[in-house]
């Protein structure tokens, strides 16, 4: 009688791909992956503003409000919020700068409106959205929505 001796890292890890496998469920990118992504698939644009949906990524950025996002040759001031049922991105080509404050100032701003206003804001986007794209990552194609089409490369 043979005995295998497993890991228990080792065993979650084999039962993790064992019930992906069967229910076929894929594994998300990660949301800075899709924003990575989606601004080198548009040659870095000078701003872009998107909604992706919470159920197609695994959210790597929560808690970030207002940040910097190097990508390429670029660096992108994000403002970033969750209004769900998705999280919107508004991306400006900037200077690096120091964005702390305003970071601090937003999610004080979230937490203090106690998130209506966003979760507002996300039930009229279900209905105020024109147009969507596909974003190709790692882990396969993501959609991202937009409530007009954005015309590439406008600078405004």
């Not at 872009?48 to 950025?61: E, G, M, P, R, W």
């Not at 964005?99 to 105020?128: C, H, W």
Request: charged share 20%.
């Amino acid at each position: 009688m043979i005995v295998i001796h497993r890991q228990p890292k080792e065993i979650y890890h084999v039962s993790r791909i064992l019930v992906r496998t069967i229910f076929k469920i894929k594994e998300k990118p990660l949301a800075s992956e899709v924003l990575t992504a989606y601004l080198k698939q548009c040659n870095e644009p000078p701003w872009t503003s998107y909604f992706v949906k919470y159920s197609d990524i695994k959210n790597d950025q929560r808690g970030k409000s207002h940040f910097n996002w190097k990508v390429g040759n670029s660096n992108y001031h994000i403002l970033r919020t969750g209004c769900y049922p998705y999280i919107k991105y508004h991306c400006t080509k900037r200077n690096e700068e120091d964005l702390s404050m305003e970071d601090s100032l937003f999610r004080a701003l979230k937490v203090f409106n106690l998130g209506i206003p966003l979760l507002a804001y996300g039930i009229a986007a279900t209905q105020l959205i024109t147009h969507s794209e596909v974003v190709h990552t790692s882990k396969g194609p993501v959609n991202i929505y937009f409530l007009y089409e954005e015309n590439k490369g406008s600078q405004y």
